[in-house]
Nanobody, 123 residues
Framework: QEQLVESGGGLVQAGDSLRLSCAAS????????MAWFRQAPGKERELVSA????????MYSDSVKGRFTISRDDRQNMLYLQMNNLKTEDTAVYYC????????????????WGQGTQVTVSS
């Protein structure tokens, strides 16, 4: 289990923006794929966005496409999730994860996880 530490969550109003950060160990950061997941109370963990380390392929779930942007800083070993126009349904614990699999959507491949950061969006 490699080290991943999320930060940046908080309580905001609908329509606001937040940027989540994930500080990763070098070993985690150089795995093939990194991603953001979220889990709302009573719901399954959902893949929100992922980015391939080599080649830069990116995916977004339909629920966040056009509002969220994933990015990475290779010099700082940081992964980010810029979240704009937040909605109440975005309320969840957000997790950073890393995978050696090249398929961004292959969820079992994500073996390294952070502890999560809470995002709460009020109406």
């Amino acid at each position: 289990q490699e080290q991943l530490v999320e930060s940046g969550g908080g309580l905001v109003q609908a329509g606001d923006s937040l940027r989540l950060s994930c500080a990763a160990s070098r070993r985690a950061f150089t795995k093939n794929s990194m991603a953001w997941f979220r889990q709302a109370p009573g719901k399954e963990r959902e893949l929100v966005s992922a980015i391939r380390t080599w080649g830069g392929d990116i995916m977004y779930s339909d629920s966040v496409k056009g509002r969220f942007t994933i990015s990475r800083d290779d010099r700082q070993n940081m992964l980010y999730l810029q979240m704009n126009n937040l909605k109440t349904e975005d309320t969840a614990v957000y997790y950073c994860a890393a995978s050696n699999d090249l398929n961004l959507r292959y969820i079992p491949g994500y073996e390294d996880w952070g502890q999560g950061t809470q995002v709460t969006v009020s109406s």
